[in-house]
């Protein structure tokens, strides 16, 4: 494949017009159309597990994730006393709350220690409303992490159910969290680089590229946002 060769350019070096090999990139249907699950671990969720990994420390005491709690086990691990699962509609096992989000009656208030926000921003219109709710269901020093997509396919099956509104910058991440959490307890970062963009569009693997081509950071590229967001203790 010429991902490579049509990408990685070195600084100052141009591929002269016409010269371009597209190789098995020229098409017009993507090589997975499952964001590629199929082929491997997605590129966006190499971005997403690392960042809950670097964070896992704030995954304990009662969490609340959404859909399942995969990764409530998988990085909290015995800090967890208590695991949530929120569905907007589905009920069966392992989901303790179904509703909105957005709606101010859906979650508890002050319950949990931290919330498990992985792209799920996406596919709710009032955003603000689900952000003031998801601050109130926070107990004081309680953490939210959560990733939103900057670039990315749209998620039919979303699109189809409950519907798939938006895409993000950290510009559009920072102000919407700031609204809600104050300014200095917000972390909000960018991952990806114009290859990783390219491969994840294309639907490859993250295991298809070299950590280093994963790990190269470009701010224009915002393939996947992260933001850590702590409730203050007053």
């Known amino acids: 494949m010429n991902l490579r060769r049509l990408l990685r350019v070195r600084k100052g070096e141009s591929i002269p017009v016409g010269a371009v090999s597209f190789g098995d990139l020229r098409r017009l249907s993507p090589l997975s159309k499952k964001f590629g699950y199929d082929r491997g671990q997605p590129v966006d969720r190499y971005y997403i597990e690392r960042f809950l990994e670097a964070h896992e420390e704030d995954i304990r005491g009662r969490v609340l994730e959404i859909a399942d709690d995969t990764y409530t086990r998988r990085f909290g691990r015995e800090r967890v006393a208590a695991s949530d ?73 979303d699109m ?26 917000i972390q909000v970062e960018t991952h990806g680089n114009v290859l990783a963009a390219t491969a994840f569009l294309y639907g490859m693997s993250s295991q298809e590229l070299h950590e280093g081509e994963l790990d190269h950071h470009d701010e224009d590229y915002q393939l996947i946002i992260t933001i850590r967001a702590v409730k203050s203790a007053d």
């Open 160 to 185: 189809d159910r409950w519907g798939y509104y938006w895409s993000f910058t950290t510009q559009s991440a920072r102000r919407l969290f700031g609204e809600v959490f104050e300014a200095d307890l």
């Open 85 to 157: 699962v929120l569905h907007v509609r589905e009920r069966g096992p392992g989901i303790t709350i179904v509703g909105d989000l957005s709606a101010a009656d859906t979650l508890p208030e002050a319950a949990f220690d931290c919330i498990i926000l992985t792209q799920t921003m996406q596919v709710i219109y009032d955003l603000r409303a689900a952000l003031a709710s998801i601050h109130r269901s926070l107990r004081p020093r309680g953490v939210v992490l959560a990733t939103v997509p900057g670039m990315s396919p749209v998620s039919r099956y």
